[in-house]
């Protein structure tokens, strides 16, 4: 946005139209004379240059554009940046998601589980306001993907990434919480949470879920945890990463529901079933509006003069002027 | 480049440069003079001529003078001559820490021992140990910036990341320690007033874009950059992954050698400091360093500009020079 020290000085641009008039329409205008030919004992005139009246218009028309160029650069001219000061710390959110085969099950048309919640992540992530975000993800084992930052857009290029079965065939949930919560350690926000999202049964890796869990409640860390899909069967697809290979089937859905209300519950968070992308927005939705802190901001506006771009500019449109008329045209006034 | 005179500063002396302009500006007045002389006293005729070149003579005096006049004092308006300042104290809240590491061949260098990227990697595991506050993002260079770590308090995601630091990291060649900068530039993050401060391992070596630019840049957002500097004068070959030294077009070996005229340039500028690797103090220095520029204060200095006078003058001038043109004077132009 562009704001005006002395916006009164714009007025003189008035002038303008009625110069314009007298210099180039007025019928008694001066820098013309009339005389008789026959004193004229020279050649007859030819039209010199092609296009003389076009370029002649030019020129006018870079004098007249300069000027104007001067006049706004005369009224103090500022580009004005805005930006939002925050002065509360949000909180930290750690996202902790299955990558396990079992989530490419076909049960959240029209996607699959996997792909559903990198949805409700993404459009979580996306309406947080200065709240640090990170993301583990796991498998048969359990990998860092971003640490807490405010960095949204780096955060949702690699939730983008994201493959089922990159970290191969089994469910480290436990090492997928363990894993958040260290890297939640040396954060200084007051309120920390793990968001978890599963649809499985811990099966691999050497931290076992309820550990992982005290492990969060003794650093007051909450996690939510989301058990992904719907009982029994269900089909299943996923590709396999290093063949290409697809892999089709009817897959015996299940996840240990007393499992995650107890590490819910150990961290003085909340467990949720979600059977449904309907369902599982909802969840996202609520969980949102639950771990919201008022946060305190101010407006930092930061101006920077552009009046020496327009003198600049204006200096150079005039001088071609100048230069087209008394170098070229030989104008002698 | 700003000098100081007084309390009246020139923002933009370079401007005066353009006063060459006035030479040839002079000389086509001269040239129009004469040629406007000889015809219009042909075309006069007996009986008007004395008039016309009376009025011819005084025209193209007065025409002339306000178009010079106009020339200099847009010349003074570009300038930006301005007043005493207005000192801002604000206070930062904290400091955000980029690592900016060169991962180009010639960082295999082991003259600096073990290895000049080791060292490197060694004093930034040094400064997150040291430097209990703060947050901590890294990126790297070759032949453009690429992000690692975001700004984050995770400190063990960066340690994590440091073994793995290598050439080999990206395929893109060169050295462009421009890009390095602005992509750390744009790590930091919005919305906090934070004192930002890039810490640079390069020896130098740089092949690609304007590094002074980018650190102007950096200045201008208020962001310091404290170059570690990691090699030696004396240099060292470089070998490949084969373990044959690297050689040039002509076949010669190459030497990689720190390159100190580069830092010391940039360290001319006030937001940037120059330190050697192979110092005994460099991590002592450096901390001391970040401490003081982001202990207390970020100031600015608000100068108001004087611009606006010498601008009236010359839009007056060129109305003036507009008028002399207009305004047929004795009947005749």
């Keep these: 946005m562009i704001t005006f020290d002395f916006p009164g000085m714009l007025l003189v641009i008035i002038l303008l139209p009625p110069l314009i008039f007298l210099r180039h329409f007025w019928k008694n205008r001066g820098g013309r004379l009339s005389f008789s030919f026959t004193i004229w004992d020279q050649e007859v005139f030819k039209p010199g240059i092609y296009f003389s009246k076009l370029i002649l218009f030019l020129g006018s028309f870079f004098f007249w554009l300069g000027l104007l160029f001067l006049i706004i650069a005369n009224a103090g001219p500022s580009l004005v940046t805005r930006e939002k000061i925050y002065m509360t710390r949000g909180i930290d959110i750690m996202f902790v998601l299955d990558e396990s085969p079992s989530m490419g099950a076909k049960d959240f048309l029209p996607v699959n589980r996997f792909e559903s919640a990198k949805g409700v992540i993404k459009n979580f992530v996306q309406g947080r306001d200065h709240d640090p975000v990170g993301l583990v993800s796991f498998g048969k084992n359990a990998v860092l993907r971003i640490p807490p930052g405010l960095d949204y857009d780096n955060f949702l290029a690699q939730l983008g990434n994201l493959q089922l079965l990159d970290l191969g065939n089994g469910t480290a949930m436990g090492m997928g919480i363990a894993l958040a919560c260290l890297h939640l350690k040396e954060s200084t926000a007051k309120g920390k949470i793990i968001i978890l999202l599963t649809d499985g049964e811990n099966n691999s890796g050497e931290i076992v879920p309820e550990s992982a869990a005290q492990i969060a409640a003794a650093m007051g860390i909450k996690i939510y945890s989301i058990g992904l899909g719907s009982s029994g069967k269900v089909p299943l697809e996923y590709t396999d990463l290093e063949t290409g290979k697809i892999y089709r089937g009817i897959y015996e859905s299940g996840y240990n529901e007393d499992i995650l209300k107890e590490i819910s519950a150990m961290t003085n968070g909340e467990f949720y079933q979600a059977r449904s992308p309907a369902a599982l927005d909802t969840i996202m939705s609520s969980l949102d509006s639950l771990e919201r802190i008022e946060k305190r901001t101010r407006l930092n506006i930061k101006t920077r003069p552009i009046h020496r771009e327009l003198i600049l500019l204006g200096f150079i449109l005039i001088l071609s002027d100048f230069f087209l008329k008394k170098w070229i045209f030989r104008e002698v006034l | ?333």
């Design chain 2, 1 to 333: 480049m700003d000098f100081q005179g007084g309390t009246i500063m020139v923002v933009k002396p370079d401007t005066f440069y353009l006063f060459f302009l006035l030479i040839p500006v002079v000389y086509i007045l001269y040239l129009r003079f004469k040629r406007g002389h000889k015809d219009l006293g042909s075309i006069g005729g007996k009986f008007r001529s004395r008039l016309i070149m009376d009025v011819f003579v005084v025209k193209w005096f007065f025409s002339s003078l306000l178009f010079i006049l106009f020339i200099i004092f847009s010349i003074l308006a570009a300038a930006d001559f301005t007043g005493p300042g207005k000192t801002t104290i604000k206070s930062s809240e904290g400091v955000d820490l980029v690592f900016l590491v060169d991962i180009s061949g010639s960082m295999l260098g082991t003259d600096v021992p073990p290895s000049r990227l080791k060292r490197s990697t060694d004093l930034i595991s040094a400064y997150i140990e040291n430097l209990h506050e703060g947050r901590f993002g890294l990126v790297v260079f070759k032949g453009e910036g690429i992000k690692i770590i975001p700004v984050t308090e995770d400190r063990s995601s960066l340690s994590a990341v440091l073994p793995y630091l290598s050439p080999d990291m990206f395929s893109s060649s060169g050295s462009n320690l421009e890009s390095g900068i602005n992509t750390s530039l744009s790590t930091f993050t919005k919305g906090e007033e934070r004192k930002k401060i890039i810490i640079l391992f390069t020896d130098g070596e740089v092949l690609k874009g304007d590094a002074m630019a980018s650190a102007e840049k950096a200045r201008n957002l208020n962001v310091d950059i404290i170059i570690i500097g990691t090699g030696t004068s004396g240099g060292i070959e470089i070998y490949n992954a084969n373990g044959d030294p690297i050689r040039d077009d002509k076949g010669n070996i190459v030497i990689s050698s720190l390159n100190n005229s580069l830092f010391e340039n940039m360290s001319f500028l006030e937001n940037v400091f120059y330190l050697n690797s192979s110092d005994s103090t460099v991590l002592k220095d450096s901390i001391d360093i970040i401490k003081e520029r982001s202990g207390s204060s970020i100031i600015s200095d608000i100068r108001e500009s004087r611009y606006r006078i010498f601008l009236s003058f010359a839009i007056l001038f060129l109305f003036l020079y507009i008028s002399v043109r207009i305004f047929p004077w004795k009947n005749t132009f």
